[in-house]
């Protein structure tokens, strides 16, 4: 079974453009999270979709969206990238909460440099 | 708002020892999971812990989930180098209205030989 698959893994960018990462989660799984993961600040919840819907907002400012597609793949778009926003951005994918019996799965991460 | 706090942050052990890490939350919840990540990687599943008392072993790792004290557990048993990474607790709980996955902030841990 294929895991939670990220794309691409490496990602420079300069400050000001706009960045595009994407996710494909596990067959059957519904709902993709986003997290950012900034050195030295750990994991930071940006993002739940599910079944084409965002059902939950971390604390970011709206230039953080994404959105979720029918086949439940899933994209982030950070616009007017900023330094700060470099980090590692990571992407889980889970039955929905109600069934997480088996917990959330990552995939292995976008790395984004802002320059 | 979800507090997740982990100690000790840094955790150097000698191999062969045991230790423990700590795991706080501050809201009710029955859902956590212990996640490993070696460094320029991603998070691998340890473990998922669904109810109080819960108690789950794996090699040389063990752990546990107290509900009533929002504690778990993660046990070191005999540290190999291999062990060496960070470790994070994580806890699926309401925020607001809807579920959310709050993580702590991972324990570096360094197995010395």
């Known amino acids: 079974e294929a895991g939670v698959t990220q794309s691409p893994t490496h990602l420079i960018k300069t400050r000001g453009q706009q960045a595009t990462l994407r996710c494909s989660p596990i067959?059957?799984?519904?709902?993709v999270y986003w997290y950012q993961q900034a050195l030295g600040l750990g994991l930071q919840f940006l993002l739940w979709y599910d079944e084409g819907e965002e059902r939950n907002r971390g604390n970011f400012p709206p230039r953080f969206s994404g959105r979720q597609f029918p086949n439940y793949s899933s994209e982030l778009n950070v616009n007017a990238l900023e330094l700060e926003d470099s980090a590692l951005y990571l992407c889980?994918?889970?039955?929905?909460?109600?069934?997480?019996?088996?917990?959330?799965?990552f995939g292995s991460g976008t790395r984004l440099t802002v320059v | 708002e979800l507090k997740v706090e982990q100690n000790p942050l840094f955790l150097s052990m000698q191999e062969g020892k045991n230790y423990t890490i700590y795991c706080n939350y501050s809201?009710?919840?029955?859902?956590l999971y212990w996640y490993r990540q070696d460094p320029g990687k991603s998070l691998e599943s340890l473990f998922v812990l669904l109810s109080n008392g819960a108690v789950k072993q794996e090699g040389r790792l063990m752990a546990s989930l107290d509900t009533k004290a929002r504690l778990s557990t993660l046990h070191i048993t005999a540290a190999v180098h291999d062990l060496s990474a960070t470790y994070f607790c994580?806890?699926?709980?309401?925020?607001?209205?809807?579920?959310?996955?709050?993580f702590g902030s991972g324990t570096q841990l360094t197995v010395l030989p």
């Open positions: 889980a994918s889970s039955l929905f909460p109600g069934q997480v019996a088996h917990g959330y799965t």
């Open positions: 067959s059957g799984h519904t709902s």
């Open positions: 809201t009710t919840s029955d859902r």
């Open positions: 994580a806890v699926d709980a309401l925020s607001g209205s809807a579920r959310q996955l709050t």
